[in-house]
């Protein structure tokens, strides 16, 4: 079902980012030319506000509001209609997610760079966050729980929940995501949805007030948005379609590889899945297993399409070789189903998550792990972190100086400044400790 590419005889040192390209299957997305479509559409936002994003919502969604904010009567009743086994779960998420979340909070530090010189670090949250949650096939109120959660650890006084509205719900967001926006105390939600609502966020509305951090998955134009977006407002990564790598060897089940498999392609058609496997038989084992469960998938069709489309099966000597393609493909979510998982996960460099050992599945990451499913796609894993409180805090320094360590660094000052010829700095430091 899925193409096989063999890079057996080929040495490890010769499996990187650069010999690889092209050859590993990935879907394209083409954000610059949504770029040039999307940047209109924001400045048009910033220069009519609410009735811009009104007029975009009818135009996107078929929806006409009179104002993009939900009500807390609403808010109050999806949570009352949240089935209870589902407001458990979110219960349960919610709380492992604050604590991994909460962990991940930097301590203030303070360095004495010399005697009388010291310099203190404290990370202070932004004031106010935009959290956007995509509507597409599916709601997703695990995204509200990752991406609120982050943002209420590193202590965001004031975050603001977006999502499209759809006309089966009466104009509203998804019931699930309202509940979950509920469940987290989050008062502010708004109905929109795509570029239009974050450029809300980033500019302000006379609904919204302007956010200084956007964060949140969506699709090409989201994406977009936030390319043009940046600068004026502070934004995550870029999420596009997603994608899952899984490292096996002869050790692992083939069952299991292949529910992960349709798992992942089960998000959407332009899902990549790649499985890097040491085993020529494993291989075959879950193609026979793929074609057992992908027709018996609710979502076939679409899985079908992934499967077919963007994934592959990559043959490999050894391990070594096999950790070489999965760090040149720099995937979202990587699996490892084999032996010694654990420090083999170590060894792994560029990757949204890892997932180390058989009962380590992306799903666990995806609802009850306590990581974060907000992560990079399309290989930025090199250069991108998944969602955690960082976004959402900024490093401030202070600095504290006597006079006697001032002086004792004023020859060094008068050197430096005196080569860029910039002399009122140096005065600014001798009329402190000459007189």
Not at 35 to 60: H, M, N, S, W
Not at 84 to 110: C, D, N, S, W
Not at 237 to 263: W, Y
Not at 379 to 405: K, Q, Y
Request: aromatic share 4%; proline share 6%.
């Amino acid at each position: 079902m899925i193409s096989r590419i063999d890079l057996r005889g080929r040495p490890a040192s010769s499996l990187t980012r650069t010999e690889l390209a092209g050859l590993l299957p990935r879907a394209a997305t083409d954000v610059e030319t949504a770029v040039a479509q999307i940047r209109p559409l924001c400045e048009d936002v910033k220069r009519r506000g609410a009735e811009a994003v009104r007029e975009y919502t009818a135009r996107f969604d078929g929806v006409d509001l009179a104002t993009t904010r939900v009500s807390a009567r609403a808010l109050d009743a999806a949570l009352a209609g949240l089935d209870p086994q589902v407001r458990q779960a979110l219960k349960e998420a919610i709380r492992r997610t604050r604590r991994v979340h909460g962990a991940q909070l930097p301590a203030e530090t303070a360095t004495q760079v010399t005697d009388g010189l010291t310099v203190t670090g404290r990370f202070v949250p932004v004031g106010r966050a935009g959290v956007y949650v995509p509507g597409g096939l599916v709601a997703y109120p695990s995204s509200v729980v990752m991406n609120i959660v982050p943002a209420q650890a590193a202590g965001v006084a004031s975050i603001a929940v977006a999502s499209p509205p759809q006309a089966a719900h009466g104009g509203l967001p998804h019931p699930s995501v309202l509940a979950a926006c509920a469940l987290l105390g989050v008062t502010e939600v708004h109905a929109a949805g795509g570029a239009q609502a974050l450029a809300m966020f980033a500019y302000g509305t006379q609904d919204c007030a302007p956010a200084d951090v956007i964060t949140g998955p969506g699709n090409v134009y989201v994406a977009a948005a936030k390319r043009v977006l940046r600068g004026v407002v502070g934004t995550d990564g870029e999420a596009g379609p997603t994608e899952v790598a899984i490292i096996a060897d002869d050790t692992a089940d083939p069952r299991h590889v292949a529910a992960d498999l349709v798992a992942q392609a089960e998000h959407d058609e332009l899902a990549a899945c790649l499985l890097v496997t040491t085993d020529v038989a494993l291989a075959g084992r879950v193609d026979k297993e793929l074609a057992r469960q992908v027709p018996t998938a609710r979502h076939h069709e679409r899985i079908q399409k992934a499967l077919t489309g963007q994934s592959a099966c990559v043959l490999v000597d050894d391990e070594d070789a096999a950790l070489k393609v999965s760090d040149a493909w720099a995937p979202e979510h990587l699996e490892i189903q084999a032996r010694d998982a654990a420090k083999l996960a170590a060894r792994v460099t560029n990757a949204g998550a890892v997932f180390a050992g058989p009962y380590s599945p992306v799903s666990l990451g995806d609802y009850l792990a306590g990581s974060n499913h907000v992560l990079p796609t399309g290989g930025t894993a090199r250069h991108t972190s998944g969602l955690s409180v960082f976004p959402f805090l900024r490093l401030v320094n202070m600095i504290e100086c006597d006079r006697e360590a001032l002086a004792a660094t004023a020859p060094l000052i008068d050197a430096l400044g005196g080569a860029e010829d910039l002399d009122a700095h140096v005065q600014a430091v001798r009329m402190r400790v000459d007189s």
